[in-house]
């Protein structure tokens, strides 16, 4: 009985996943009216279905496999329960259960992302039929999301315009997609053989990824790069080889930017969007220098190699971290000085929003104001809600449009402890395995894994959290728990 439940779960986790990565992001009810109220409710529904499901499965099979690590039981625990305090003190129940209408990322929402987190913490067998029927629609909202930006749309959508792309609506809900999934696919690309045909489709993958990113519009999209990059460079230091692997992925970055300036040379005239940042880097030919760059690097340390030259990883690790510090300090500077007015706004809407704490009770500085209650909390007070509308021109405002800031509000010191304790726990994690395991099939996952959840966090310090984004953060997170796991059994 416990062996067909188990299979029984296996097949159900595989089928959830399809779902995950192929309804949600093409669902649209009423076109980009509403969209992300279509997909908070189809997001709702799908989970809890398969939820009770699971959890059925699960009592049939053995609940005490859910948890076998007592450490991140804990860590898991304290996030669930500082959740519930913020709810049961919420300023709105209602919306803090459920979500804003919208966004729909209330504690329903939350509660379903951390129990898939547990649920695929017991791992699940992908092979390569399985991760194509998983990739096949983020591919094509890759390639939709490159023809909308030249103007091509294959198919009418209603409220179409330059500020949405492909399925997922608004470009911030857009990156935040491609925020999990290019770097995912540069994962699985980082293990295969380059040349192979696996190896080729997996390339095609990222590299479609990749242009999509740099022609979308947002300079967030720098964030998602630099995150995916930074972190797969800090991990491959630990070993020559992987190392080399690094070169290899940084020489596809190239190619993807080099070929982004090709198709603005020859199709700019029908791009429909503000140039950003990283098109200008790509008109810059900074992809053909990567390029360049990467095959030297990568002989030379194929040299070395040859010749046992020893390879100083922890050294170029440390300077890594330091040189990320320095830049860290130095963007933070950048902001502070800045005349608020960047990237939209959000200078002006962090410091009301950095104000709007200050000014929270002291519960509510510990708990929050409740889950999704940002909106109601904010505009329910006249000196905020006249502060916003004017800076916003009247436009509402749902988040602070940095997570971790809409977090400290919405669930408080407690809450964002809660939750980065739970990310850091498990990065550490995925690094440790990376660098002490001797099997490379559990250096890739880790890789795999610590890719996109870090992305997503460089991401969302400008952005914000999503149902097409978010959920599959916590889903990697429980798998990336079990490859954890799975090292620390060895």
């Given at each position: 009985?416990?062996?067909?439940?188990?299979?029984?779960?296996?097949?159900?986790?595989?089928?959830?996943?399809?779902?995950?990565?192929?309804?949600?992001?093409?669902?649209?009810?009423?076109?980009?009216?509403?969209l992300?109220?279509?997909?908070?409710?189809?997001?709702?529904?799908v989970?809890?279905?398969?939820?009770?499901?699971?959890?059925?499965l699960?009592?049939l099979?053995?609940?005490?496999?859910?948890?076998c690590?007592?450490?991140?039981?804990?860590?898991?625990?304290?996030?669930?329960?500082s959740?519930?305090?913020?709810?049961f003190?919420?300023?709105?129940?209602?919306?803090?259960?459920?979500?804003?209408?919208?966004?729909?990322?209330?504690?329903?929402?939350?509660?379903?992302?951390?129990?898939?987190?547990?649920?695929?913490m017991?791992?699940?067998?992908?092979?390569?039929?399985?991760?194509?029927?998983?990739?096949?629609?983020?591919?094509?909202?890759?390639?939709?999301?490159?023809l909308?930006?030249?103007?091509?749309?294959?198919?009418?959508?209603?409220?179409?315009?330059?500020?949405?792309?492909?399925t997922?609506?608004?470009?911030?809900?857009?990156?935040?997609?491609l925020?999990?999934?290019?770097?995912?696919?540069?994962?699985?690309?980082?293990?295969?053989?380059?040349f192979?045909?696996?190896?080729?489709?997996?390339?095609?993958?990222?590299?479609?990824?990749?242009?999509?990113?740099?022609?979308?519009?947002?300079?967030?999209?720098?964030?998602?790069?630099?995150?995916?990059?930074?972190?797969?460079?800090?991990?491959?230091?630990?070993?020559?080889?992987?190392?080399q692997?690094?070169?290899?992925?940084?020489?596809?970055l190239?190619f993807?930017m080099?070929?982004t300036?090709?198709?603005?040379e020859?199709?700019?005239?029908?791009?429909?969007?503000?140039e950003?940042?990283?098109?200008?880097?790509?008109?810059?030919?900074?992809?053909?220098?990567?390029?360049?760059?990467?095959?030297?690097?990568y002989?030379?340390?194929?040299?070395?190699?040859?010749?046992?030259?020893?390879?100083?990883?922890?050294?170029y690790?440390?300077a890594?971290?330091?040189?990320?510090?320095v830049?860290?300090v130095?963007?933070i500077?950048?902001?502070?000085?800045?005349?608020?007015?960047?990237?939209?706004?959000?200078?002006?809407?962090?410091?009301?929003?950095?104000?709007?704490?200050k000014?929270?009770?002291?519960?509510?500085?510990?708990?929050?104001?409740?889950?999704?209650?940002?909106?109601?909390?904010?505009?329910?007070?006249?000196?905020?809600?006249?502060?916003?509308?004017?800076?916003l021109?009247?436009?509402?405002l749902?988040?602070?449009?940095?997570?971790?800031?809409?977090?400290?509000?919405?669930?408080?010191m407690?809450?964002?402890?809660?939750?980065?304790?739970?990310?850091?726990?498990?990065?550490?994690?995925?690094?440790?395995?990376?660098?002490?395991?001797?099997?490379?099939?559990?250096?890739?996952?880790?890789m795999i894994?610590?890719?996109?959840?870090?992305?997503y966090?460089?991401?969302c310090?400008?952005?914000?959290?999503?149902?097409?984004?978010?959920?599959?953060?916590?889903?990697?997170?429980?798998?990336?728990?079990?490859?954890?796991?799975?090292?620390?059994?060895?």
């Open positions: 009985m416990k062996n067909k439940s188990a299979k029984i779960t296996e097949i159900v986790k595989i089928i959830y996943l399809i779902i995950m990565c192929s309804a949600l992001p093409l669902y649209m009810k009423q076109g980009y009216y509403m992300g109220e279509a997909k908070g409710v189809l997001y709702l529904g989970s809890a279905f398969f939820f009770a499901l699971l959890f059925i699960k009592i099979e053995e609940p005490k496999k859910l948890f690590d007592p450490q991140k039981a804990m860590i898991i625990g304290a996030f669930v329960f959740n519930a305090i913020t709810l003190f919420s300023c709105d129940k209602r919306t803090a259960f459920l979500g804003q209408e919208g966004w729909r990322c209330g504690f329903l929402s939350v509660f379903l992302m951390i129990s898939f987190c547990v649920l695929f017991q791992g699940v067998k992908l092979n390569a039929l399985v991760l194509s029927l998983i990739l096949i629609i983020p591919f094509s909202t890759f390639v939709l999301g490159i909308n930006r030249f103007g091509i749309y294959p198919f009418y959508v209603y409220g179409a315009n330059p500020s949405f792309l492909a997922l609506g608004n470009i911030n809900w857009y990156v935040g997609f925020g999990i999934f290019v770097p995912l696919g540069i994962g699985l690309s980082y293990g295969k053989k380059f192979s045909l696996k190896g080729s489709l997996t390339n095609l993958y990222v590299v479609t990824g990749l242009v999509a990113l740099f022609l979308q519009g947002s300079d967030s999209a720098a964030l998602v790069v630099i995150g995916t990059y930074g972190i797969m460079l800090y991990m491959s230091f630990g070993k020559r080889k992987s190392f692997r690094f070169m290899a992925q940084a020489a596809l190239g993807s080099e070929l300036k090709i198709l603005m020859l199709f700019g005239r029908s791009y429909n969007y503000e950003g940042i990283i098109l200008m880097v790509c008109d810059m030919h900074i992809g053909l220098i990567v390029m360049a760059a990467a095959f030297f690097v002989r030379v340390s194929r040299l070395f190699e040859e010749i046992n030259v020893s390879f100083i990883g922890k050294f690790r440390r890594l971290v330091v040189l990320g510090i830049a860290a130095s963007s500077i950048i902001v502070i000085m800045a005349d608020g007015y960047f990237g939209n706004g959000r200078g002006i809407i962090w410091q009301i929003s950095v104000d709007i704490f000014g929270l009770s002291s519960w509510q500085k510990l708990f929050g104001v409740g889950q999704d209650c940002f909106y109601v909390y904010a505009y329910n007070h006249s000196v905020w809600a006249e502060s916003l509308l004017n800076v021109n009247g436009n509402r749902t988040n602070a449009h940095c997570e971790l800031l809409t977090i400290l509000i919405e669930r408080g407690i809450g964002i402890l809660t939750y980065g304790v739970l990310i850091i726990s498990v990065i550490h994690g995925l690094i440790k395995t990376f660098d002490t395991s001797d099997s490379s099939k559990k250096e890739h996952a880790a894994c610590a890719l996109p959840i870090t992305s966090l460089f991401n310090s400008v952005s914000f959290s999503t149902v097409t984004s978010t959920p599959y953060l916590f889903i990697l997170l429980g798998i990336a728990l079990f490859v954890s796991r799975a090292q620390e059994r060895e």
